[in-house]
């Protein structure tokens, strides 16, 4: 999957950037912290990386700033989990300093008008997130809550929580 949006693009990973990812990831303290990380390791990112190469439906993504030759996040998605019919968002992580800036919010609306073109027989979307408040108010923006079923990180099989739309 490949998405080109106005200030992104949302592209595969591949293992070379793995280092990069990790980088990425320890910018963004907050969503480790709510699971119970202190700084998540490259073996955490190989892992992960792993999940989604081994997982059909399943997609590790980068996001890029063209405008500045730079990978500053991630997105990863599966279809049809947990059953078919629903696509769930993994992990949408922005490095630090590019947080609010539009780039997240583009990487959904992407990812909702890709799935509604190439899958319309995908009827819902949900998330997989940590219980930290800039996550919750960021999915908020989208209609996403909480919702009581349990949740697994995809980050050391740690406890975390689902939203779904309102």
Do not use: C, K, S
Not at 20 to 46: C, K, S
Not at 72 to 83: E, M, R, S, T, Y
Request: charged share 20%.
């Amino acid at each position: 999957m490949r998405l080109v949006g106005t200030t992104v693009i949302v592209r595969p990973i591949v293992e070379a950037e793995l280092a990069r990812l990790e980088r990425i990831y320890a910018g963004t303290p907050l969503y480790f912290e709510a699971l119970g990380i202190a700084e998540p390791t490259i073996e955490d990112v190989r892992a992960q990386y792993e999940a989604a190469q081994a997982t059909p439906g399943r997609m590790l993504l980068g996001i890029e700033v063209p405008a500045v030759d730079l990978l500053i996040g991630a997105l990863d998605v599966q279809l049809d989990f947990p059953q078919p019919g629903v696509a769930t968002i993994h992990v949408l992580l922005v490095w630090g300093g590019f947080q609010r800036q539009g780039y997240g919010r583009e990487t959904v609306e992407l990812l909702v008008e890709e799935l509604a073109r190439l899958r319309p027989d995908i009827g819902e979307l949900r998330v997989i997130a940590a219980a930290n408040e800039e996550g919750l108010r960021f999915w908020g923006q989208f209609g996403f809550m909480p919702h009581d079923e349990p949740a697994v990180a995809p980050f050391r099989n740690l406890p975390a929580q689902w939203l779904t739309a309102a």
